[in-house]
């Protein structure tokens, strides 16, 4: 696994710019603070625990962030992931750089008068003044420490996003050293006429899986895309003896909640099926 950490104080546009990673550099985008906003909605026992803290703007104990990030990680083996919301101070750091390596930490900087304002114009019910403001504060107390700590080994990249979002995340390619080239690892299946699609390997329940996402506004041939994988499924037996399954979603489904039932109704059947 590949690991990068993006960074920058709420309404700093790091989520956006780390999306884009996501769909034209086919990095695994994982936001903490979107998988807990996902728990509250759906009222799962961690949602239940963390709604109290969530809505005065507090963060999430460290105990329920290392479980919650042991258990997506372990998923993630062989992808390139660019996470977004942790750690968020030195204790979890200390946690954080005991068990994973990380590639770079991307600083995403922004006024905060900015920041605000974009955060009051996205609407979110979260997004009062004071919790805007302990928000704020908690970052430039804690969440710089563990920038300067990455600082140290020289594996900070800084872009300035207050500007256009095009050149912001230009200069972030060329600062990662990225093919300007979307989604250069569909170069696993030999092939150039698939620009839009996105193909990640996962393991899931310690079976590999390979995802294959695409964009809903796609003019791609399913059929010969469909052919084009059945392929890479024969290739992969061949030369390891296991029939790999091949999952086709659509682009903008979330790699960090999938569950095995998803997986099992997106698998690509046999044409005999």
Same mark, same amino acid.
């Given at each position: 696994?590949?690991?990068?950490?993006?960074?920058?104080?709420?309404?700093?546009?790091?989520?956006?710019?780390?999306?884009?990673?996501?769909?034209?550099?086919?990095?695994?985008?994982?936001?903490?603070?979107?998988?807990?906003?996902?728990?509250i909605?759906?009222?799962?026992?961690?949602?239940?625990e963390?709604?109290?803290?969530?809505?005065?703007?507090?963060?999430?104990?460290?105990?329920?962030?290392?479980?919650?990030?042991?258990?997506?990680l372990?998923g993630?083996?062989d992808?390139?992931?660019v996470?977004?919301?942790?750690?968020?101070?030195?204790?979890?750091? &200390?946690? @954080?750089? #005991? +068990?994973?390596?990380?590639?770079?930490?991307?600083?995403? $900087?922004?006024? %905060?008068? !900015?920041?605000?304002?974009?955060?009051?114009?996205?609407?979110?019910?979260?997004?009062?003044?004071?919790?805007?403001?302990?928000?704020? &504060?908690? @970052?430039? #107390? +804690?969440?710089m420490?563990?920038?300067?700590?990455y600082? $140290?080994?020289? %594996?900070? !990249?800084?872009?300035?996003?207050?500007?256009?979002?095009?050149?912001?995340?230009?200069?972030?390619?060329?600062?990662?050293?990225?093919?300007?080239?979307?989604?250069?690892?569909?170069?696993?299946?030999?092939?150039?006429?698939?620009?839009d699609?996105?193909?990640?390997?996962?393991?899931?329940?310690?079976?590999?899986?390979?995802?294959?996402?695409?964009?809903?506004?796609?003019?791609?041939?399913?059929?010969?895309?469909?052919?084009?994988?059945?392929?890479?499924?024969?290739v992969?037996?061949?030369?390891?003896?296991?029939?790999?399954?091949?999952?086709?979603?659509?682009g903008?489904?979330?790699?960090?909640?999938?569950?095995?039932?998803?997986?099992?109704?997106?698998?690509?059947?046999?044409?005999?099926?």
């Amino acid at each position: 696994m590949k690991l990068y950490l993006i960074m920058g104080i709420q309404g700093s546009g790091k989520s956006t710019l780390a999306k884009r990673l996501q769909k034209e550099h086919t990095f695994i985008h994982i936001s903490t603070g979107d998988v807990l906003r996902r728990h509250i909605d759906q009222e799962t026992p961690l949602g239940l625990e963390y709604q109290k803290a969530y809505e005065k703007g507090i963060m999430a104990s460290d105990e329920i962030m290392y479980g919650m990030l042991d258990d997506i990680l372990d998923g993630y083996i062989d992808e390139t992931i660019v996470l977004d919301g942790f750690p968020r101070n030195i204790e979890q750091l &200390e946690w @954080f750089a #005991s +068990k994973y390596s990380v590639e770079k930490c991307i600083h995403v $900087e922004v006024p %905060k008068s !900015v920041a605000q304002d974009r955060m009051i114009q996205r609407g979110r019910a979260d997004d009062n003044p004071e919790a805007i403001l302990t928000r704020f &504060e908690s @970052f430039e #107390s +804690k969440t710089m420490q563990v920038i300067n700590f990455y600082e $140290e080994y020289k %594996k900070v !990249v800084r872009v300035n996003n207050n500007r256009s979002i095009d050149s912001a995340f230009k200069d972030l390619t060329e600062a990662l050293g990225l093919s300007t080239r979307k989604n250069t690892r569909l170069n696993e299946i030999d092939t150039e006429q698939w620009d839009d699609v996105q193909i990640h390997k996962l393991n899931i329940c310690k079976n590999d899986v390979l995802i294959v996402r695409i964009p809903s506004d796609s003019s791609i041939q399913r059929g010969e895309l469909e052919k084009t994988l059945r392929n890479l499924q024969a290739v992969i037996n061949k030369n390891t003896g296991v029939v790999i399954p091949i999952c086709m979603l659509p682009g903008e489904a979330d790699l960090s909640v999938l569950s095995i039932e998803q997986i099992e109704k997106a698998e690509l059947k046999k044409k005999d099926d």
